[in-house]
């Protein structure tokens, strides 16, 4: 079956950068594009920025020039960086992939950004 795991998260000081880790499985992963989200404390999932199968990438215009994602189609594994951390950056981390109009998600990764 179709499984997403996060891992990297942390408590960071603001300024500091970090990097995140999605290994996939159950699918064919280097067909799919996949999705990084976020949930911040009291506010609604938001879109952080996806990576096509042939390595397109889009962010919102808030997140382009703080984080970068990258995939690696051997390890199946995608990649969420991110630089200049600061409070409001907060939030459960997610990845995700659409398959078959079905969405599926990780359990999520836990970043603090907090002096």
């Known amino acids: 079956q179709v499984q997403l795991v996060e891992s990297g998260g942390g408590s960071v000081q603001p300024g500091e950068s970090l990097r995140l880790s999605c290994r996939a499985s159950?699918?064919?992963?280097?067909?799919?594009?996949m999705y990084w989200y976020r949930q911040s404390p009291g506010k609604e999932r938001e879109l952080v920025g996806y990576?096509?199968?042939?390595?397109?990438?889009y962010y919102p215009e808030s997140m382009q020039a703080r984080f970068t994602i990258d995939r690696d189609n051997i390890q199946n594994r995608v990649s969420l960086r991110m630089k200049r951390l600061a409070p409001e950056d907060t939030a459960v981390y997610y990845c995700?992939?659409?398959?078959?109009?079905?969405?599926?998600w990780g359990p999520g990764t836990q970043v603090i950004v907090s002096s």
């Open positions: 990576i096509t199968s042939v390595h397109h990438t």
């Open positions: 159950g699918f064919d992963f280097k067909t799919y594009t």
């Open positions: 995700n992939v659409v398959i078959m109009a079905q969405e599926f």
